[in-house]
């Protein structure tokens, strides 16, 4: 779409939506399910989504919104949005970090984004890292808010984290973050070994980290900055790695989770829980919260219904590897450390 053509879509949107939005891997899953949940709500979404098939697949999806690229495992192609959107959207309000991939556990081999990062941690951290950072002026004009999708498989003693200190998530002396193919660290926490269940909670435990060391940094500028588990919703992208590598496994896993015992959730509820997270107010929401729901059965999706704050994992409440996750952070994608 001509930038013109873009900035005439977002202008007339923002004239009668409360909230400009802009959200990650909106064509599927949650992000999908939330997008259009928040534009019948009368709220302009920004589709940043790894294509042009995929933006506009997300528009179709739900019914509306501006379809942009913005594919976090290129970094030239984060640079390129966060460029467009600064200069012509009039406001950005909401940042939503929701874009998620997961290995395939049987892998051996990490898969690697354009610039040789493993692509877990590439997509799910590095390439948000670099977005968030560089919308963070955006933000701070608008005072607005970030949300981070993450996930209870951040802590490795949590249902679904495993307990294993093999599949666990760990972040060690970060020594293999943003590591490039080359025959060494393929592992944040330095490891030669890939471990794709690892990675991903890797993964999320870095989202973690990155929300509370982000509203810290950037609460005074105004910018709130929340994250949220979403649940265990099978039905999502998330788990085609587990599809294709058993698919009759994935399926009655999915049907037991989500019909039977219930600790599946539908996708609507994740979206649910996603658009609140991008319009709560901070009398709600305060900005730092990291919020679950009470159990793994509960669709609740407000503070009030239950949906509310959590603890996170003892890693993640360490203030000082969250600063050193951010300053390496910041110098694997080129950043000043003190962005």
């Known amino acids: 779409m001509p930038p013109t053509a873009l900035l005439l879509l977002l202008l007339g949107l923002a004239r009668s939506a409360a909230l400009q939005i802009a959200i990650t891997g909106s064509n599927s899953g949650i992000g999908a ?3 259009k ?9 920004i589709h940043a989504c790894r294509t042009a098939e995929a933006a506009a697949e997300a528009v179709a999806l739900a019914g509306g919104g501006a379809p942009m690229v913005c594919d976090l495992a290129d970094l030239q192609s984060v640079r390129r949005f966060a460029a467009s959107l600064s200069a012509e959207a009039p406001a950005l309000d909401v940042l939503c970090l929701n ?7 049987k892998a051996e081999v990490p898969a690697r984004t354009r ?10 951290h590095i ?3 670099l977005l968030a950072s560089l919308l963070e ?23 679904g984290g495993t307990g294993d200190p093999a599949t666990g998530a760990t972040l060690g002396d970060l020594s293999g973050l943003g590591a490039v193919d080359g025959g060494g660290a393929v592992m944040v926490d330095g490891a030669t070994a890939y471990c794709g269940a690892k990675a991903y909670h890797d993964s999320k435990l870095c989202n973690v980290l990155f929300a509370a060391e982000a509203a810290r940094r950037w609460g005074g500028g105004g910018v709130a900055v929340r994250a949220f588990n979403p649940g265990l919703i ?14 009759l496994s994935a399926a009655l896993f999915s049907f037991v989770a989500t019909s039977v015992a219930r600790f599946s959730q539908p996708v609507e509820v994740g979206g649910a829980r996603l658009a609140y997270l991008a319009t709560a107010p901070e009398e709600e929401v305060p900005p730092g919260s990291y919020l679950s729901a009470p159990a793994a059965t509960s669709a609740a999706a407000t503070v009030a219904d239950g949906f509310g704050p959590a603890a996170v994992s003892r890693e993640a409440q360490d203030k000082e590897l969250a600063a ?16």
């Open 127 to 129: 390439g948000h890292f």
């Open 99 to 105: 874009a998620g991939v997961s290995p395939s556990r």
């Open 137 to 159: 002026p955006v933000l701070t004009r608008s005072e607005g808010t970030v949300v981070v999708t993450a996930s209870g498989v951040h802590d490795p003693d949590a249902p």
């Open 115 to 124: 610039d040789g990062f493993e692509e877990t941690v590439g997509v799910n």
């Open 324 to 339: 050193r996750l951010w300053e390496r952070s910041s110098a694997v994608v080129g950043l000043g450390v003190g962005v």
């Open 33 to 35: 399910s939330a997008s």
């Open 234 to 247: 099978t039905s999502t992208g998330l788990f085609r790695a587990a599809r294709r590598d058993n698919f």
């Open 37 to 45: 949940m928040l534009l019948e709500r009368g709220h302009s979404v």
